[in-house]
């Protein structure tokens, strides 16, 4: 069975800091997705990594994906607390449509 | 232009009874998926229909949850009879299709079996 894990769980972090969170799956899959959730809202779609050694980047955010390690991070540059909220990473798997989600990591900016 | 939107937000029901969700996709996205996150757990496949047909139900929890698609507009889950594990917030999402698509998420429906 597939299993996808997120660390950590929890992140609280000042201002203009740098942190990363990392995601790790089991098995096989060259489509990863990172979505951020405020509270009470939809999942937004942040990234879509479709290949090894795939890295994007919007504002202070970055993701990349290493297939062979089967692991993908976000990295936060400079935090502001705007970017407090709830960070899931999901794997599809075979190409399937079916997302496998992580924990979440749940994001605090505090100045 | 109007994202996935879901009804109702909340709704808090006894067990034994009938609730049935409502979402609406994004116009012309021919793939809509439910998913479920129950407390403090991750966040979890149903199912999956391109336009009105059951591409994939492998998620459904059992014979309580029914899904449909009529005319592969909107979607219903309906829970019959709702047990207490069945709270939590179910989310639909759409898409249009093809490799890496971007899944559009509504902002879900949170459920309470009391």
């Known amino acids: 069975e597939l299993k996808v894990e997120q660390n950590p769980l929890f992140l609280s972090m000042q201002e203009g800091k740098n942190y990363t969170i990392y995601c790790n799956y089991s098995t096989t899959s060259d489509r990863l997705y990172w979505y951020r959730q405020d509270p009470g809202k939809s999942l937004e779609s942040l990234f879509v990594?479709?290949?090894?050694?795939a890295v994007k980047q919007e504002g202070r955010l970055m993701a990349s994906l290493d297939t062979k390690a089967r692991l993908s991070t976000l990295h936060i540059t400079a935090a502001v607390h705007d970017l407090s909220a709830t960070y899931f990473c999901a794997v599809d798997i075979n190409n399937t449509d079916k997302l496998i989600f992580g924990t979440g990591t749940r994001l605090q900016v505090f100045p | 232009e109007a994202g996935v939107t879901q009804f109702p937000s909340h709704s808090v029901i006894e067990k034994g009874q009938t609730v049935t969700l409502r979402c609406d996709p994004i116009s012309g996205h021919d793939n809509l998926y439910w998913y479920r996150r129950v407390m403090g757990k991750e966040i979890k496949f149903l199912l999956h229909?391109?336009?009105?047909?059951?591409?994939?139900e492998s998620g459904m929890p059992n014979n309580r949850f029914l899904a449909e698609r009529t005319g592969g507009t909107y979607s219903t889950l309906k829970v019959q009879p709702a047990e207490l594990e069945d709270s939590g917030v179910y989310f639909c999402?759409?898409?249009?299709?093809?490799?890496?698509?971007?899944?559009?998420f509504g902002s879900g429906t949170q459920l309470s079996v009391l």
């Open positions: 229909f391109v336009k009105e047909s059951k591409q994939d």
């Open positions: 990594l479709l290949s090894n050694g």
């Open positions: 999402a759409s898409g249009q299709g093809g490799a890496g698509e971007k899944l559009f």
